[in-house]
């Protein structure tokens, strides 16, 4: 039982570690590596009699998890959507790819074991996009040695294969080294977070991501009215950084850019339209890329470009609408009202000072990446819902941890 507890810690971690960094597709990807974590467990079901033992023991900690069961319950409805799909292999597909992203979540939350396991789980995640930070800069400066200007055409995205992915991604972990940054004490860790926030800031400076700038203005308003009075200094210093910085400057006063805008009013007005059509079940979930020509087709003046097929309605809640109908609406808005609930109950029944911080730092990050998702749509970037769902999982195995120590 120590050997499949050891043997399933090192693949979470290594999972945590490499799905940013290697390709969402191709041979190698971090895929094989959820595929054996699955394998590993469904063996450890097989075989060991604790491994069942503790799968009925966890039975009442999942049916009183509510962000597991409206993740549940949301993955339902999308499998159920298969029957009115117009493409059903990309509705099964995709349907199943969330189930493992709720995987992920699980084996987090319940499977990971060990006296000084959750302090890897954390270095772990926060190494990693610490050093997307770097290939960052790296890229920047190859770019200033081929004499290519960082602008809109040319873009950083670090590991992440794109620019927006990245700003998303960083958005998902900066506001936790933040968190630890205003409350550490230590000056050599205060340095340390304070070098750390500096890259992570960059990352978004970098990846020219409109959203990403705005949901870090967002994030930093949030944790001013919400947690720490102090922090409206830098809710207010931090506009006034990213005006300065070119780059960000002509990014953000691209916002109230009409014309770069058109093309989101015109898939938006898409979208509205699909709704109309099919308010009660949708379309089928991921569907909303395969009805678009049809909708352009018949409505030659939302038309973006010729060749232009929009993956997503470039918002969250006319995407879930869209696919999945008024029922996948209502659980994907219980979804997010459990998950906010949740972790706010966990930082109020939270005693430890550095982890209540980390809970904080979720919450503002998952809250701001939400925000993200009202101008644009992530919940089709593979890396970058891992990351939402791994966050998630974080606070959701601290509060497990934390009940069997009470």
């Not at 049916?63 to 597991?68: A, E, G, R, S, V």
């Not at 499998?79 to 084996?107: E, G, H, L």
């Not at 009409?258 to 079940?281: H, T």
């Not at 038309?303 to 006319?318: E, T």
């Amino acid at each position: 039982m120590k050997l499949y507890k050891n043997i399933l810690n090192i693949l979470i971690i290594l999972f945590i570690v490499l799905y940013p960094i290697l390709p969402s597709y191709g041979i190698i990807n971090s895929d094989l590596i959820l595929y054996s974590i699955l394998l590993v467990q469904t063996l450890g079901i097989i075989i060991l009699n604790d491994e069942r033992q503790n799968i009925i023991k966890n039975i009442p900690l999942l049916l009183k998890d509510k962000i597991f069961l409206s993740l549940s319950l949301l993955n339902l409805i999308m499998y159920a959507s298969t029957i009115i799909s117009i493409d059903k292999k990309i509705t099964i597909v995709n349907s199943i790819r969330f189930s493992m992203y709720i995987f992920i979540y699980y084996s987090i939350s319940y499977k990971l074991t060990g006296k000084n396991i959750f302090k890897i789980l954390m270095n772990s995640f926060l190494s990693v996009s610490i050093l997307s930070s770097f290939i960052s800069i790296f890229q920047l400066i190859k770019y200033k040695f081929s004499n290519i200007q960082l602008n809109e055409e040319h873009r950083i995205s670090s590991f992440l294969e794109n620019s927006n992915n990245l700003g998303a991604y960083t958005i998902l972990s900066i506001f936790i080294i933040l968190l630890l940054l205003i409350n550490t004490k230590k000056k050599s860790q205060k340095i340390f977070l304070f070098i750390s926030s500096l890259l992570l800031f960059s990352n978004i400076i970098l990846s020219q991501s409109r959203n990403a700038l705005l949901a870090l203005l967002f994030g930093s308003v949030l944790i001013s009215i919400v947690y720490d009075k102090r922090f409206i200094i830098a809710s207010v210093i931090i506009p006034v950084i990213l005006f300065i910085i070119p780059q960000s400057r002509i990014r953000l006063l691209d916002i109230f850019n009409l014309d770069q805008n058109s093309s989101r009013f015109k898939i938006w007005k898409s979208a509205e339209l699909m709704i109309k059509d099919n308010p009660i079940f949708g379309l089928g979930y991921e569907n909303f890329t395969s009805a678009y020509p049809t909708y352009i087709y018949h409505n030659q003046e939302l038309m973006v470009h010729g060749s232009y097929k929009a993956l997503h309605p470039h918002n969250i809640f006319l995407k879930i609408q869209s696919e999945l109908g008024i029922l996948g609406s209502i659980l994907f808005v219980l979804f997010l009202s459990f998950t906010i609930i949740t972790l706010l109950s966990y930082i109020k029944n939270c005693n430890d000072t550095k982890i209540k911080n980390i809970l904080v730092g979720i919450t503002i990050s998952f809250t701001s990446f939400q925000f993200m998702n009202l101008l644009d749509c992530y919940y089709n970037s593979l890396k970058v819902i891992i990351t939402m769902f791994i966050i998630l999982a974080i606070a959701s195995y601290y509060n497990n941890i934390n009940k069997n120590l009470s």
